[in-house]
């Protein structure tokens, strides 16, 4: 664990069913994670490729969390795993080849149940959490009825791939609707910017090593709170009730869209009807 500290890059071989791992996108800007299940497959969640915050824009395009070279439409299909087929309309859970996970970049292994000086050394997010694993065959279990059942529906800030992963780990889920996910990579964000634009305590010094230990203070509280191991606003859910949970929200938000279209259709069709004659 100690070289950890410096690195969580692993050689495949050394892989184990049930294992979290991650790979480095755009220049180590963010990670892409995934559950390891054996004979070089990973389950892991992901949008299209071009739609991964679903914001019309080119930010799409530029966050990657598929492999372009899996996915239908894109180029020759994998040998192995074929083309990504990502099911739900906005994201679902996919099952590639390693080497098509990986896109090209390096293997690193997400670690858990980690001392908080080891999670507090590691600066960079969504590479450790405090927060115990269970054993490999129920995270693969997890992963494997996700892959049949979905994972609701995908968002970047609120249900990603690392949230994906993370519960497939431990199966914790945050209850309050207000707060981050499960995301290490967002909760070091939130702490960053919590720390350098939100914190009243960076008036309390004027030097620049002083505002240097506040802000890095702040900024490593920020982590902890945040992380899933110390937490106090999670949940341990059984997979079969996460999803049945899911399926009812996507049912009941089906209904109201559906509600909303046919009195918006009703109301147009008033306003046709009462409009004067020209």
């Keep these: 664990m100690a070289a950890g500290v410096l690195s969580n890059r692993v050689d495949r071989k050394d ?79 996919a099952m590639s080849c390693l080497d098509c996970f990986l896109h090209g970049g390096g293997l690193y292994l997400f670690h858990y149940a980690v001392s908080p000086a080891f999670f507090l050394a590691k600066a960079r997010g969504g590479t450790c959490t405090l927060a115990a694993s269970d054993p490999g065959h129920v995270v693969v279990h997890r992963a494997r009825y996700l892959l049949d059942k979905g994972f609701g529906a995908y968002s970047l800030f609120k249900n990603n791939c690392e949230d994906f992963a993370i519960y497939c780990k431990t199966g914790l889920l945050v209850e309050t609707a207000f707060s981050v996910g499960r995301s290490g990579q967002l909760a070091s964000l939130t702490a960053a910017f919590s720390a350098v634009a939100s914190s009243p305590l960076r008036f309390l010094t004027t030097s620049a090593s002083g505002l240097a230990i506040v802000s890095t203070g ?28 899911t399926q009812t929200s996507a049912v009941e938000a089906e209904e109201v869209t559906s509600e909303t279209a046919a009195t918006e259709t009703t109301v147009a069709a008033a306003d046709g009807a009462s409009s004067p004659a020209r």
């Design 15 to 93: 892989l184990a069913a049930g294992d979290h791992i991650y790979s480095w996108r755009a220049a180590y800007l963010y990670a892409h994670h995934g559950i390891y299940v054996g004979d070089e497959m990973v389950i892991h969640f992901t949008r299209a490729t071009g739609q991964e915050i679903g914001t019309g824009t080119f930010l799409d395009s530029f966050l990657l969390s598929s492999s372009p070279g899996s996915d239908e439409g894109a180029g020759p299909p994998c040998q192995r795993c074929g083309p990504l087929v990502v099911r739900g309309r906005d994201g679902g859970v």
């Design 218 to 245: 702040m900024y490593c509280v920020g982590r902890y709170v945040s992380d899933m191991g110390v937490r106090r606003d999670v949940v341990k859910v059984p997979v079969q009730n996460l999803v049945a949970q």
